[in-house]
Nanobody, 121 residues
Framework: QVQLVESGGGLVQAGGSLRLSCAAS????????MGWYRQAPGKQRELVAT???????NYADSVKGRFTISRDNAKNTVYLQMNSLKPEDTAVYYC???????????????WGQGTQVTVSS
């Protein structure tokens, strides 16, 4: 059974930093794209950043220059380094991954349980 387990959320003052981690566990063949999404109260879930298995990254305009996504393929883990945090970054952050569980098969989308990030002004 494949699971994504997140850690690293919390409360931080504006201008501060946090680092989120998300590790995939279970039995699977390969992880393709991994990413982070967030959902603020009353808003839709939105893309924050993604990284392919080859290391290509994509960021939402609102976090460019402040957040950095990276991954350790040997540890099946994706990270989100968040610097210069703003109150508007407050949200539940969700890890996302497309995982090939068995071959031949298409990738399956998995989500983590979410971790709260709160930025105080």
């Amino acid at each position: 059974q494949v699971q994504l387990v997140e850690s690293g959320g919390g409360l931080v003052q504006a201008g501060g930093s946090l680092r989120l981690s998300c590790a995939a566990s279970g039995s699977f063949f390969r992880i393709n794209t991994m990413g982070w999404y967030r959902q603020a109260p009353g808003k839709q879930r939105e893309l924050v950043a993604t990284v392919t298995s080859g290391g290509m990254t994509n960021y939402a305009d609102s976090v460019k220059g402040r957040f950095t996504i990276s991954r350790d393929n040997a540890k099946n883990t994706v990270y989100l380094q968040m610097n210069s945090l703003k109150p508007e970054d407050t949200a539940v952050y969700y890890c996302n991954a497309y995982i090939i569980v068995i071959i031949p098969a298409l990738p399956i989308e998995f989500w983590g349980q979410g971790t709260q990030v709160t930025v105080s002004s």
